[in-house]
């Protein structure tokens, strides 16, 4: 009789040996990478659009930051993602981050042992290359060792399948805001090139006092991420009155970057502009708006709020390094609010021009 066989006729369960776990190892994506990185974020519950592998050639070729996009494996098979840059900036600071100009970021994984392998990895590289500080954007927090910021909301609901539904979900004060705008005879063009969506868009920085992204910055998106990346132009008579550039990701849409011109108060075309892009969605068979963050205690915010969407805080984690407190790079900083009245009166092909150098070390 085997050790087996005689554990079941005394009734103990037989020890089966465990199977052995595959090691995990890390490597940097390769461009022949790029599909299977790509096939494993559109998998993983915990990815998010930011997690693609396009924004690597966004990030280097738009800005000129070098990226790390490293990705764990087991068995073959991608287990987990992380994509990470760096800025190094003489006004701004030195940062590792997952991931600048990005709502979501971090450690994307199927498992924990694949997270710590990628966590290890971004930790190691940023003490060699000497940062001030590495930071992950994430909707779940999972470095209690590290400091955090409640800085920022993100904004999320389900779509209804039915489109009325959708018009009587947003409460009543917003939902006026958005019939003045059908009323006023708005209809929205969807762009293939950005030239209506970057006047709307630099019109409405400017008037905030913010640094515009680069053209260059917008036609990358669209050429990367092509029919993942949508341009919509609301219209009154023949003239722009608002725009924003979305993206598609799996069921969701997100509305990311847009604008109103001097016109779009008077006929609600910012109100008009995403409910127009929800009821597309709608129409569409997405399930899921995402309205994207905003920083609390901002006009963004409580527009967002007036759509009836609740806030959900983003985790914004920070591993000091060099740096000895957290960095404050956001216009609530009250150092900002100077540049930010100079800026708004700066005429506006001026701040187009400066505006790109300075945005791009923000992240």
């Not at 759509?307 to 900002?336: A, D, I, M, R």
Request: some cysteine; overall charge positive; charged content about 20%.
């Amino acid at each position: 009789m085997n050790a087996l066989t005689d554990l079941s006729v005394q009734g103990l369960s037989p020890v089966v040996p465990a199977a052995p776990v595959a090691p995990v190892t890390v490597h940097l994506m390769q461009p022949q990478d790029s599909a299977r990185w790509d096939a494993f974020v559109l998998a993983c519950p915990e990815a998010s659009f930011f997690h693609r592998a396009g924004w690597q050639s966004v990030i280097e070729r738009a800005f000129g930051h070098k990226t790390w996009f490293y990705y764990a494996q087991s068995a073959g098979q991608i287990v987990g993602v992380l994509p990470l840059a760096e800025i190094n900036s003489f006004l701004f600071g030195h940062s590792l981050s997952s991931l600048p100009f990005c709502v979501y970021g971090g450690v994307a994984a199927v498992n924990e042992q694949a997270r710590v392998a990628l966590t290890g990895a971004a930790v190691a590289l940023a003490e060699k290359l000497g940062v001030g500080h590495l930071e992950f954007h994430s909707v779940t927090a999972h470095n209690p060792g590290w400091q955090s910021k409640d800085l920022y909301v993100t904004f999320r609901k389900a779509i209804d399948t039915d489109e009325e539904k959708n018009m009587l979900a947003i409460p009543r004060k917003q939902r006026a805001m958005v019939r003045k705008g059908i009323k006023a005879g708005l209809h929205s063009e969807l762009d293939h090139d950005i030239e209506r969506f970057y006047y709307a868009y630099s019109s409405s920085v400017h008037r905030l006092g913010t640094p515009v992204f680069s053209k260059n910055f917008f036609r990358l998106l669209k050429e990367v991420f092509a029919g993942d990346c949508e341009i919509m132009t609301i219209v009154k008579d023949g003239n722009t009155v608002a725009s924003v550039m979305s993206f598609y990701f799996r069921d969701e849409v997100l509305p990311y970057y847009g604008g109103g011109t001097a016109q779009a108060r008077d006929v609600a075309g910012n109100d008009f502009m995403y409910w127009e892009l929800m009821r597309r969605a709608c129409a569409d068979g997405y399930k899921v708006f995402d309205f994207g963050r905003s920083k609390l205690g901002t006009g963004a915010f409580d527009f967002k709020k007036n759509w009836g969407f609740e806030p959900t805080p983003l985790q914004y984690e920070y591993q000091l390094h060099k740096s000895k407190v957290l960095p404050e790079n956001n216009p609530l900083n009250p150092k900002y609010q100077l540049f930010i009245k100079a800026w708004q009166r700066m005429p506006i092909a001026m701040a187009n021009a400066i505006g790109p150098h300075i945005v791009k070390n923000l992240g």
